[in-house]
């Protein structure tokens, strides 16, 4: 067929044949420019992201179904900034480089059940040397086995403890501990603060390095930036005391924004030790810092309790010490200063009995040296463990481990804690306690430094209260310690929190004791801080105004996510 008679316009496209006709314009033709096209290529890769996260929050092994539900809430309902939050705080991550580190520490160091001589658990120490069978033993037995899951450390007995008077009295008592060193001194703290008790503990360190003694110090670089920037640090440095900044924190936004790569920044090293000469240990929750606690002064006195322990329970916080030093020190071997010594084969009656020197050479111990120095036990009758968690160790450890203590009661709970932001089955397991007629109390600060936490806290009152537990509030300041005694024979101390910071983001030390008389003195503390609380009753509760109430349960509804 021949169009060259075609005309233009529709003459020509009567001439064409169909398959040659060009398109006719039409109203519904969608065109697009260019602005238009980066738009929906932006909401399209907003899509893709948004489910993307949704998709690993759901996925990710070891969360709990509410922290599931609150991340998936948190992505939907705020599109940028859930996403913004889950990039930042969604996943526990310490970064690969520092875990490698960690692993490679750990790896290097005897298995930690080589450390002490394992103590069989057919009977505990007695003051008289011997062992003494009772049915208590066999009810405590599976709460050192829990301990032992976490940390791989056996039940050790051979330890003598000083509950020390006070937070002055303890900063005096470590210090009069590394005056008499001879050997190592090693100390990891949360936050180190420039201030008084601080700049004794750092003063008596340069004094320790100037005689001979090694000197290995660790302080969280977040916690602890105060006296990182000051001429404190500088000045120990220059005396020869060995230095480590835990987990730097760098620039916090860029450090976040590289949270796979470099860790989270919010993930800290909350752990408080102090091991001298290897034979003499420091555990609580008290920092190196004043009462005072200058950086959140409003709050003052911080109230907090330290315990002394000599024996072998030192060895196990050593491993602790020791493999977050070589993580960040690789080139200092700490592994030789874990090896149990021929005096540990001694078995649980090695520390010396009263009136002996607890020190080589016969130096005294600050507690010998007090004359109105708490209740303590003596004779190497304390069995003890110690334990180390952390996003790193085994998931879910430490709340694990308060729900069995819990469990155990039989007759009476004592809890004190700063922070009360529990999981599931904590709460159930502290209501269930107080539901089978043990007396279970909990005491928390009237006035609290994060009130994120506060409000998260009250909002388990009312179920806490109907089933039974006693709840009462510090009123003389910020009840720091963090204590459990359970029916006058085993309590626990340490660094841990009974909330979601201190279960998965933190690492954190503490101690399982098996001891009367050391409990004993515990329960006498937490006593005196009854004394000082005001008890809150279900009237008290019931009186909440509404938006408090409304407050309260959205914060704690967040709690998976905070």
Same mark, same amino acid.
């Given at each position: 067929?021949?169009?060259?008679?075609?005309?233009?316009?529709?003459?020509?496209?009567?001439?064409?044949?169909?398959?040659?006709?060009?398109?006719?314009?039409?109203?519904?033709?969608?065109?697009?420019?260019?602005?238009?096209?980066?738009?929906?290529?932006?909401?399209?890769?907003?899509?893709?992201?948004?489910?993307?996260?949704? =998709?690993?929050?759901?996925?990710?092994?070891?969360?709990?179904?509410?922290?599931?539900?609150?991340?998936?809430?948190?992505?939907?309902?705020?599109?940028?900034?859930?996403?913004?939050? @889950?990039?930042?705080?969604?996943?526990?991550?310490?970064?690969?480089?520092?875990?490698?580190?960690?692993?490679?520490?750990?790896?290097?160091?005897?298995?930690?059940?080589?450390?002490?001589?394992?103590?069989?658990?057919?009977?505990?120490?007695?003051?008289?040397?011997?062992?003494?069978?009772?049915?208590?033993?066999?009810?405590?037995?599976?709460?050192?086995?829990?301990?032992?899951?976490?940390?791989?450390?056996?039940?050790?007995?051979?330890?003598?403890?000083?509950?020390?008077?006070?937070?002055?009295?303890?900063?005096?008592?470590?210090?009069?501990?590394?005056?008499?060193?001879?050997?190592?001194?090693?100390?990891?703290? @949360?936050?180190?603060?420039?201030?008084?008790?601080?700049?004794?503990?750092?003063?008596?360190?340069?004094?320790?390095?100037?005689?001979?003694?090694?000197?290995?110090?660790?302080?969280?670089?977040?916690?602890?930036?105060?006296?990182?920037?000051?001429? =404190?640090?500088?000045?120990?440095?220059?005396?020869?005391?060995?230095?480590?900044?835990?987990?730097?924190?760098?620039?916090?936004?860029?450090?976040?924004?590289?949270?796979?790569?470099?860790?989270?920044?919010?993930?800290?090293?909350?752990?408080?030790?102090?091991?001298?000469?290897?034979?003499?240990?420091?555990?609580?929750?008290?920092?190196?810092?004043?009462?005072?606690?200058?950086?959140?002064?409003?709050?003052?006195?911080?109230?907090?309790?330290?315990?002394?322990?000599?024996?072998?329970?030192?060895?196990?916080?050593?491993?602790?010490?020791?493999?977050?030093?070589?993580?960040?020190?690789?080139?200092?071997?700490?592994?030789?200063?874990? *090896?149990?010594?021929?005096?540990?084969?001694?078995?649980?009656?090695?520390?010396?009995?009263?009136?002996?020197?607890?020190?080589?050479?016969?130096?005294?111990?600050?507690?010998?040296?007090?004359?109105?120095?708490?209740?303590?036990?003596?004779?190497?009758?304390?069995?003890?463990?110690?334990?180390?968690?952390?996003?790193?160790?085994?998931?879910?450890?430490?709340?694990?481990?308060?729900?069995?203590?819990?469990?155990?009661?039989?007759?009476?709970?004592?809890?004190?804690?700063?922070?009360? /932001?529990?999981?599931?089955?904590?709460?159930?397991?502290?209501?269930?306690?107080?539901?089978?007629?043990?007396?279970?109390?909990?005491?928390?600060?009237?006035?609290?430094?994060?009130? /994120?936490?506060?409000?998260?806290?009250?909002?388990?009152?009312?179920?806490?209260?109907?089933?039974?537990?006693?709840?009462?509030?510090?009123?003389?300041? *910020?009840?720091?310690?963090?204590?459990?005694?359970?029916?006058?024979?085993?309590?626990?101390?340490?660094?841990?929190?009974?909330?979601?910071?201190?279960?998965?983001?933190?690492?954190?030390?503490?101690?399982?004791?098996?001891?009367?008389?050391?409990?004993?003195?515990?329960?006498?503390?937490?006593?005196?801080?009854?004394?000082?609380?005001?008890?809150?009753?279900?009237?008290?509760?019931?009186?909440?105004?509404?938006?408090?109430?409304?407050?309260?349960?959205?914060?704690?509804?967040?709690?998976?996510?905070?």
């Amino acid at each position: 067929m021949s169009i060259s008679g075609a005309t233009t316009g529709d003459g020509m496209r009567q001439n064409l044949p169909p398959w040659l006709l060009p398109p006719l314009a039409s109203p519904f033709t969608l065109t697009v420019t260019q602005p238009q096209f980066l738009s929906l290529a932006l909401l399209l890769l907003h899509l893709t992201v948004q489910i993307g996260l949704i =998709l690993r929050a759901l996925l990710r092994p070891h969360r709990e179904p509410a922290s599931r539900i609150a991340w998936v809430v948190v992505i939907l309902i705020f599109p940028v900034a859930g996403i913004l939050a @889950y990039l930042l705080l969604g996943e526990v991550s310490i970064g690969r480089h520092r875990a490698l580190n960690l692993a490679r520490s750990e790896a290097r160091l005897p298995p930690p059940a080589a450390v002490t001589v394992p103590l069989l658990l057919t009977g505990f120490p007695t003051s008289s040397g011997g062992t003494e069978k009772s049915e208590p033993d066999l009810a405590y037995h599976p709460l050192f086995q829990v301990g032992e899951s976490i940390s791989g450390f056996p039940p050790c007995g051979g330890n003598r403890g000083h509950l020390a008077a006070d937070s002055d009295d303890a900063i005096a008592g470590l210090v009069a501990d590394i005056d008499a060193a001879r050997e190592q001194v090693h100390l990891l703290f @949360y936050i180190w603060l420039p201030d008084g008790n601080g700049t004794r503990v750092a003063e008596a360190l340069t004094r320790a390095a100037g005689r001979g003694v090694t000197c290995r110090a660790m302080a969280d670089d977040l916690g602890s930036r105060l006296l990182i920037r000051s001429p =404190l640090w500088a000045r120990m440095v220059e005396a020869g005391v060995r230095l480590v900044r835990v987990l730097p924190a760098g620039n916090p936004l860029l450090t976040s924004l590289l949270g796979p790569l470099r860790g989270r920044v919010d993930l800290r090293n909350h752990r408080k030790l102090a091991i001298i000469d290897r034979g003499i240990t420091w555990c609580g929750s008290q920092n190196c810092a004043d009462p005072a606690f200058t950086i959140k002064a409003r709050y003052a006195p911080w109230v907090d309790i330290l315990v002394r322990f000599e024996g072998p329970l030192a060895r196990q916080n050593q491993w602790l010490f020791a493999s977050d030093w070589m993580a960040h020190r690789p080139d200092d071997d700490l592994s030789g200063l874990l *090896l149990p010594d021929a005096e540990d084969v001694r078995g649980p009656g090695f520390c010396q009995g009263p009136g002996m020197p607890s020190r080589p050479g016969g130096a005294p111990t600050h507690a010998q040296k007090t004359p109105s120095a708490p209740a303590s036990s003596g004779h190497g009758a304390i069995l003890a463990q110690a334990m180390g968690t952390g996003p790193t160790v085994r998931h879910a450890a430490m709340p694990e481990f308060f729900t069995s203590l819990m469990f155990a009661a039989r007759r009476d709970l004592t809890i004190t804690t700063p922070y009360y /932001v529990p999981n599931e089955a904590m709460q159930a397991a502290l209501c269930a306690c107080a539901r089978r007629g043990v007396r279970t109390r909990i005491i928390l600060p009237a006035r609290n430094d994060s009130w /994120v936490v506060a409000a998260a806290s009250r909002s388990y009152y009312e179920d806490l209260i109907e089933a039974g537990v006693e709840i009462h509030e510090y009123q003389a300041g *910020l009840l720091h310690a963090k204590t459990l005694t359970l029916d006058g024979e085993i309590s626990l101390i340490g660094s841990a929190n009974m909330d979601r910071r201190s279960f998965d983001l933190n690492y954190e030390n503490n101690v399982l004791i098996r001891d009367p008389t050391l409990t004993a003195a515990i329960r006498q503390r937490q006593e005196s801080y009854l004394a000082q609380s005001r008890p809150v009753t279900s009237a008290m509760v019931a009186a909440w105004p509404g938006w408090r109430r409304l407050w309260n349960n959205a914060i704690a509804m967040l709690g998976p996510v905070l």
